[in-house]
């Protein structure tokens, strides 16, 4: 899987967007990039994908660049509910065994503030 | 609807003894995943079931880890003379199938504990 490289950590104030970005360099073609958060004590979630274009849902955006070698996961209005660590994964498309598993780095802990 | 559950939530054991770790996929879900996060740690894969296929055991730390998954719906994770780096919480996930475009669901998760 390529490497994801992400802040160790951001700080976001409660109402306003929260913009977490992802390096991806060595993505290739047929991968895609998710996100997942991890709230304490809690299994991870599943926030957002894309392949190429930008995405939206009522989670978040997506903004993936055209070279697609980096992201931008966009919490467009943070709640302190969102204070969790972010995970930025590819995956490839087609994967014969292992069935696409799941490989987290070690993401970004965002803390919303009030 | 239900997500994927697990029991026991926690569960303290002493060094050398068996546990067994229980996940309930999500109904309709072929595809069933197990992760552990040791503390301050990323989530690291354990094993993969799809269907009637052979699971893929590749992420299995020891020949102490073992895992079935009767009926193509619950499955188990059983360690066997567990030791203290066995602490860890124990995610399961499943998935519609196993392709990159389904997302994985995960559990609450089992926080094992080794004394």
């Known amino acids: 899987d390529a490497k994801t490289t992400q802040p160790t950590s951001m700080d976001c104030a409660e109402g306003r967007a929260a913009n977490l970005p992802c390096n991806h360099s060595?993505?290739?073609?047929?991968?895609?990039v998710y996100w997942y958060r991890q709230i304490h004590s809690q299994g991870p979630q599943y926030i957002i994908h894309?392949?190429?274009n930008n995405e939206t849902n009522e989670m978040a955006s997506l903004i993936i660049t055209e070279d697609r070698k980096s992201s931008t996961l966009i919490l467009p209005h943070a709640t302190l509910r969102d204070t969790a660590v972010y995970y930025c994964?590819?995956?490839?498309?087609?994967?014969?065994?292992?069935?696409?598993?799941?490989?987290f780095g070690e993401g970004t802990q965002l803390t919303v503030n009030p | 609807g239900a997500g994927v559950s697990q029991s026991p939530s926690n569960k303290v054991t002493e060094k050398g003894k068996d546990v067994e770790l229980r996940c309930d996929p999500i109904?309709?879900?072929?595809?069933l995943y197990w992760y552990r996060q040791s503390l301050g740690q990323g989530l690291e894969f354990l094993i993969y079931?799809?269907?009637?296929?052979?699971?893929?055991k590749s992420g299995l730390p020891s020949d102490r880890f073992s895992a079935e998954r009767t009926g193509g719906s619950v499955s188990t994770l059983t360690i066997q003379r567990t030791q203290q780096e066995d602490s860890a919480v124990y995610l399961c996930?499943?998935?519609?199938?196993?392709?990159?475009?389904?997302?994985?669901?995960f559990g609450p998760g089992t926080r094992l504990t080794v004394l």
């Open positions: 996930a499943s998935s519609l199938k196993g392709r990159a475009y389904n997302e994985q669901f």
């Open positions: 060595t993505i290739s073609g047929n991968e895609y």
């Open positions: 894309g392949l190429k």
């Open positions: 994964i590819v995956r490839p498309i087609l994967q014969e065994t292992s069935g696409s598993r799941l490989t």
């Open positions: 109904s309709g879900h072929t595809a």
């Open positions: 079931f799809q269907g009637n296929s052979a699971p893929d």
